[in-house]
């Protein structure tokens, strides 16, 4: 098992690009969903998922759109960066029901100049 | 919104001693606690988690005290290795969780 994938790692953008962050998970969890971290803030929830054609906002969920095709891939897209974008961006993935531990991954490292 | 507060924001613990971290929360709904562990350049990973309906819990070299009527639960990590040198987060919910904002550990040999 692979576990929670995405990619890319790194980005770079200018204001005003758009771009899509990608997440694969393997295990097939019904439950999954974007955070993201900045400094001194702890990570922040931005969109999940419940399941494939079910999305929901978080407590961030500004400038970003999500959609679930499928129960393995759950993509988040930007439509317009913004320098308040730069952050890292965690997705995560658990198996439906309370008290499941939520599995990471390793994130991306995006910076909008 | 349901805030947690998280304090100290930076722990320096000597190898073998003790790490405290302190948590707050808000409100009463009846809820989970767990605590994730991230090393750089990695996301965070279930570390140790607790109910409300139980008072304190117990990992290894690691523990959960819960103080409901305080709102307030901590870890500790006992025996403290350089190992445990991380970024601890407590968080409160069971999907949708809600972070502090972050312990950074270091444990010096």
């Known amino acids: 098992n692979a576990g929670v994938t995405q990619t890319p790692k790194f980005q770079v953008l200018k204001t005003g690009q758009s771009m899509t962050l990608q997440c694969a998970q393997d295990?097939?969890?019904?439950?999954m969903s974007w955070y993201r971290q900045d400094p001194g803030m702890g990570l922040r929830l931005i969109h999940y998922?419940?399941?494939?054609?079910?999305?929901d906002q978080g407590e961030v969920p500004n400038g970003y759109n999500v959609s679930r095709s499928t129960t393995e891939d759950f993509p988040l897209r930007l439509l317009s960066a913004a320098p308040s974008q730069t952050s890292v961006y965690f997705c995560?993935?658990?198996?439906?029901?309370?008290?499941?531990?939520?599995?990471f991954g390793d994130g991306t490292r995006l910076s909008i100049l | 919104q349901q805030q947690v507060k998280q304090s100290p924001q930076s722990l320096i613990v000597q190898k073998g001693g003790i790490s405290i971290i302190n948590c707050a929360y808000e409100?009463?709904?009846?809820?989970?606690f767990p605590w994730y562990q991230q090393f750089p350049g990695k996301g965070p990973a279930l570390l140790i988690a607790?109910?409300?309906?139980?008072s304190e819990k117990k990992e290894g070299r690691f523990t959960i005290s819960f103080n409901k009527s305080a709102k307030q639960f901590s870890l500790h990590i006992m025996d403290s290795q350089p190992g445990d040198s991380a970024t601890y987060f407590c968080?409160?919910?069971?999907?949708?969780?809600?972070f502090g904002t972050g312990t950074r550990l270091q444990v010096f040999p």
């Open positions: 995560a993935s658990s198996p439906q029901g309370s008290g499941q531990p939520q599995h």
């Open positions: 295990m097939n969890h019904e439950y």
């Open positions: 998922s419940v399941g494939a054609g079910i999305t």
């Open positions: 409100n009463t709904a009846f809820d989970y």
């Open positions: 607790i109910r409300p309906d139980v």
């Open positions: 968080t409160r919910g069971a999907d949708k969780l809600i």
